[in-house]
């Protein structure tokens, strides 16, 4: 069975067309800022756009849509959800469409559905970024106005943490790990019985990224937030965008900063260093997760775990907890197939989003 995998950034769109587990054919779509520009803020209104690259490529490829055997999307925007894989149907569109946070992701759906739907076929996404598995405990931020969201990398974590247990002989609910997911956001998670029971908000909680703040002292912040030097979206942009390895550097390029670290900068090379540091702080508190229970595996993705210097930084400080195993880079694509596969195979069943 032939399957389209669509996963839609904020300037590209990444497709894949897979027979099984074989990759047939993958293409990055690039979409300038003056293609996207006359659709303004609502992502929705990129559909259309970006359909038409999609199918242009596929013909481009020698690749028929009539041929697919069902959509593999990436998921969206939605309410919170148990991971796993679910169809994309006509209520998953909705809340798609009427999301209040606009994120290119949700495009996959919207767009899937449509092309799935004039071929007679399905559609169905998998480990969505709203995946939320944490355990009654984990859910507690400390303040009962305020509950953890616990948004992550879900997709390539648990991707990852599978691969891992089938390197292992066993199922990924037979498996301890603790996963962490290092671009241009990280987020570390304690995997457990085939769930996150417990990880770090991608946006407010957590080690600090090339361009994310992470978890910052909270009486500070109010002030900063208090003083008026920033305005309510300078202060999103100050945690999210103009943070971490940024505001001490001016770049959110971990490669450039470790190369001027390497060439003798000081400050760049403390910046690296520290950023490994509370990488490693967060794997070390996920191993508290477990309460006692054997962790088989701590596994290191994402891009900067190309880095031989973070991960090996990393790496000497938790491998007392676990072996450390990197698995460098992102799999999402694939992901999102065997998703799609494990349905198609009954494996598992599909899901309904509610």
Do not use: W
């Amino acid at each position: 069975m032939k399957i389209l995998a669509i996963n839609p950034g904020s300037t590209s769109t990444k497709i894949g067309v897979f027979e099984g587990t074989t990759e047939l054919f993958e293409k990055t779509l690039r979409h300038s800022a003056e293609e996207l520009a006359p659709f303004g803020a609502v992502v929705a209104h990129q559909k259309a756009f970006r359909k038409e690259a999609i199918l242009a490529a596929l013909k481009e490829a020698g690749v028929k849509a009539s041929e697919l055997g069902a959509i593999a999307c990436r998921g969206g925007v939605l309410k919170p959800i148990a991971g796993g894989t679910y169809k994309v149907d006509d209520n998953v569109i909705a809340d798609l469409l009427e999301a209040q946070i606009q994120h290119p992701a949700s495009l996959a759906g919207i767009i899937g559905k449509e092309i799935a739907d004039e071929n007679g076929i399905e559609a169905f996404f998998t480990d969505a970024p709203v995946t939320y598995e944490l355990s009654e405990l984990a859910a507690f931020s400390g303040h009962k106005a305020i509950k953890r969201k616990g948004r992550f990398h879900a997709l390539n974590q648990k991707a990852i943490a599978r691969q891992f247990a089938e390197q292992q002989g066993k199922k990924y609910q037979d498996v301890n790990v603790i996963v962490c997911h290092m671009g241009g956001g990280i987020t570390v998670g304690a995997h457990m019985g085939g769930r996150t029971v417990d990880v770090n908000d991608a946006v407010s909680e957590g080690p600090f990224t090339p361009e994310r703040s992470g978890e910052l002292p909270t009486r500070e912040l109010i002030d900063i937030c208090f003083s008026g030097e920033y305005t309510h979206a300078e202060m999103k942009a100050f945690i999210q965008g103009k943070g971490g390895a940024f505001s001490y550097t001016g770049s959110i390029d971990m490669r450039e900063i470790e190369e001027k670290a390497e060439a003798g900068d000081a400050e760049f090379k403390l910046v690296t260093d520290a950023m490994a540091y509370q990488v490693s702080k967060q794997i070390a508190a996920m191993g508290a997760v477990f309460g006692g229970e054997k962790v088989d595996g701590i596994l290191l993705t994402g891009g900067i775990a190309y880095s031989k210097y973070i991960t090996a930084e990393i790496t000497k400080r938790v491998e007392f907890i676990a072996p450390v195993t990197k698995f460098p880079g992102e799999v999402e694509l694939e992901a999102l197939v065997l998703g799609t596969l494990r349905v198609a195979n009954g494996e598992e069943a599909a899901k309904t989003y509610a």
